[in-house]
């Protein structure tokens, strides 16, 4: 059982994250896939991005929580969500953006590149990907939960084989340049 599988953990991170939200990321996101778009988001977690991104794209969302994929139904029955792993992204649809905030960094680095390598198989042609990570150059495990902080260049290193990377940027979500957001194409 992992943390975010825990009623009492996820209503302790729903407090701790209010307020946050990933409205400049998704702003940036629009200049890169076309209003409209089917979007897949992974991690939706209590679905704040979400419903920001439900204003511009055809949005599923998919969670490998089932309290949060619960909550978020029965708040929002009409939604698309999906119970997904973020490694092995179990679906036959191809959609034109996938898009994470602060979800990848929960993954081991082994992780994390498979789930590159399913994230190429289930874009479009020409398919965006958006995701933010913390920055930085350690890995921290809190109760169970894996951070992996990363830097551009080991970003970089990770997805450019397939996919070319069309814009990365530090960003503040806590602290100064605390964060890394990376808007890229399927090669
Ligand atoms: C920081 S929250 C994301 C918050 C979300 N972006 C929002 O707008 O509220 C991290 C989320 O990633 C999910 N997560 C962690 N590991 C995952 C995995 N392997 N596959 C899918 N989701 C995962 C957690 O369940 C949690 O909902």
Redesign the pocket.
């Known amino acids: 059982m ?1 943390f ?1 599988h825990e009623k009492e953990n996820v209503e302790k ?1 729903i407090k701790m ?1 209010e307020g946050f ?2 409205k400049e990321l998704i702003k940036e996101l629009t200049d890169f896939l076309p209003t409209q778009s089917s979007i897949l ?10 419903l920001i991104l439900e204003q511009y794209f055809q949005v599923t969302g ?4 089932q309290v ?1 994929v619960d909550r978020f139904k029965q708040r929002h029955p009409s939604a698309n969500v999906l119970n ?4 092995s992204l179990k679906t036959e649809i191809k959609y034109q953006g996938l898009y ?4 990848l960094h ?2 081991s680095r082994d ?1 994390l590149k498979q789930s590159i390598l399913r994230q190429a198989d289930i874009l479009q042609t020409n398919g965006i990907i958006c995701h933010s990570f913390w920055q930085g150059d350690k890995e921290e495990n809190m109760d169970g939960l894996l951070f992996i902080y990363y830097t551009m260049e080991q970003l970089q290193a990770l997805f450019q084989e397939h996919f070319q990377i069309l814009k990365m940027e530090q960003y503040q979500e806590m602290e100064p340049n605390d964060s890394i957001y990376l808007i890229a194409k399927k090669k």
């Open positions: 992992g975010f991170y994250a939200d990933g988001e992974i991690g939706i977690g209590p679905g704040v991005d979400f998919s969670d490998n929580s949060f997904l792993d973020a490694v994470s905030n602060k979800v929960h993954l992780q």
